[in-house]
């Protein structure tokens, strides 16, 4: 397994991860790949935003999308994840995605990296691997359809 920097180009192939992602969970409803593709081309071409993606030859098993941002609150350059997925049978390659990001978020100049954990995809177990990568629980968010 490789990580690759994905461009403009490889957002189309990021499609399949991202149904498989939203079929997994109950919070996460209607992916628009019109949306999807509008909001990230640009955030990867300034350089705002970094897909990095886990192949498997020329097969896309995972991606790892997240931006780097200056703190609404204090400024600090905050590298923020917006989603993390990896096809279940190559979960344990899983993790050179975070070291990647976070690896970027620190040659950006982030002081910090927020990640997330959805509450019903294995919340014990990647808990587990945020703390043991020094992470700490910061807040819990609630959702409210409206």
């Avoid at 919070?27 to 935003?49: A, H, I, M, Q, Y």
């Avoid at 991606?63 to 917006?82: S, W």
């Amino acid at each position: 397994m490789t990580i690759k920097r994905a461009t403009k180009d490889d957002i189309d192939k990021l499609f399949h991860l991202a149904t498989q992602f939203y079929d997994s969970s109950k919070f996460l409803k209607n992916f628009n790949t019109d949306c999807f593709r509008k909001t990230w081309t640009p955030l990867l071409e300034s350089g705002v935003g970094v897909i990095f993606t886990l192949n498997d030859g020329d097969a896309m098993e995972g991606a790892l999308g997240g931006i780097k941002h200056p703190d609404i609150n204090n400024g600090e350059m905050t590298a923020t994840e917006f989603f993390w997925f990896v096809s279940p049978n190559d979960r344990g390659e899983g993790l050179k995605l975070l070291k990647a990001f976070e690896n970027w978020a620190f040659l950006a100049g982030c002081k910090k990296v927020i990640m997330c954990l959805l509450t019903d995809l294995m919340p014990p177990k990647v808990g587990k691997v945020y703390q043991r990568y020094d992470y700490k629980m910061a807040e819990i968010h609630y959702i409210k359809q409206l």
